[in-house]
């Protein structure tokens, strides 16, 4: 063998040394790295597992609070149904006691209104024990009217009950 060749084959060997050296730590490096981006791996699961966790968390906080508010309007919603029942039945009570002449629907007079020609007198008849205010009983078709217009009206109010209620208990 002559030096050059033996140079060549010197410089070969220790190319091929660096080569397998390169190669050596490139491994290494890799094995650090598998294992640096395996533990970061971990830790992204386990933070996506604790955010999961919260959102389904406040999902079920938010679908009780929901479920609480249906349960508290359903009971409103009873509530009114019961009251605008009740308004009804009392109502039409009374216009069947107006209709059988059971009870009459009066109003108040005024005595000291000389314009409004009523001739009603103010003292007390013979035929009366009654010392009161001086009062005229309406037709009973107008008294009717009256208990229509005063039935809508308690309706009306019961309707508006229920609305406030219903944006107070819906409204933050």
Known sequence: MTPV??????????????AIGFGA???VQDWRMGKVLAEQAGL?????????????????????????????LAGQDQQHSKELSDAQRNQAAL?????????RLSVLLD???TASGCDVPSAPGAA???HAA???QLDPAHAQRIIAITD???????ALRACQAYVRAVAP
């Open 111 to 113: 005595a000291t209104d």
């Open 152 to 158: 809508d009206g308690d309706n009306a109010v019961i």
């Open 128 to 130: 009366g024990v009654v």
């Open 25 to 27: 730590a490139w491994q």
């Open 44 to 72: 992204h699961e386990d933070d996506l597992t604790a955010i999961s966790n919260a959102a389904a968390a406040q999902a079920r906080a938010e679908q009780d609070k929901r479920l609480a508010l249906e349960q508290q």
């Open 134 to 136: 001086r009062r005229a």
């Open 5 to 18: 060749q033996k140079l060549i084959g010197l410089g070969l060997a220790f190319v091929l040394a660096l």
């Open 95 to 103: 216009r069947d006691r107006l209709a059988t002449a059971d009870v």
